[in-house]
C-alpha cells in the first residue's frame, strides 16, 4: 500500500479527524465546493534504503499534510488530531508551520510526514 493510501485510511479511521473533516481529505486537491476544513495532503519525496548489494529494502514518503480551514483555532484544531493519528500509527510528523491563503481568506497549517513504505 502507498503512502497516500495508508495515510489516508489512518485519518479516515481516526474519530477525532472524522468529527472535524468529514471524509474530506484527499490527495492532491480539495473537491470544488468542499466546506472547511479539509485535508489536502500530496508526496514530496522518496527516500530510497537498499542493502549492500543495492537492492530495496524499504522506501520513506515525505508526506506534505495542508489542513485548511476559516479560523487559526480551527486549522490549529484538526492539525492536532492529524498529528495524533499519524502518531498512533507509528509514522512522524518532523515539522508542522502555519499558512494563510490572502485569495481565499483561510487559515491552514503545514504537516510534514515522513511514512515508512515497504
Do not use: K
Amino acid at each position: 500500500m502507498s503512502a497516500e493510501s495508508a495515510l489516508r485510511t489512518v485519518l479516515l479511521a481516526a474519530a477525532p479527524v472524522v468529527a472535524l473533516a468529514g471524509s474530506r481529505i484527499a490527495s492532491d486537491r480539495a473537491e470544488e465546493g468542499w466546506p472547511r476544513p479539509f485535508v489536502v495532503f500530496s508526496r514530496t519525496g522518496t527516500e530510497m534504503h537498499t542493502d549492500l548489494d543495492n537492492v530495496a529494502l524499504a522506501a520513506t514518503a515525505t508526506v506534505e499534510l495542508q489542513i485548511w480551514a476559516d479560523t487559526r483555532a480551527a486549522a490549529e484544531l484538526l492539525s492536532d488530531a492529524c498529528q495524533a493519528a499519524v502518531e498512533a500509527a507509528g509514522e512522524a510528523v518532523i515539522s508542522r508551520s502555519s499558512a494563510y491563503d490572502p485569495d481565499l481568506d483561510v487559515e491552514g497549517t503545514i504537516l510534514i510526514v515522513e511514512w515508512w513504505e515497504d
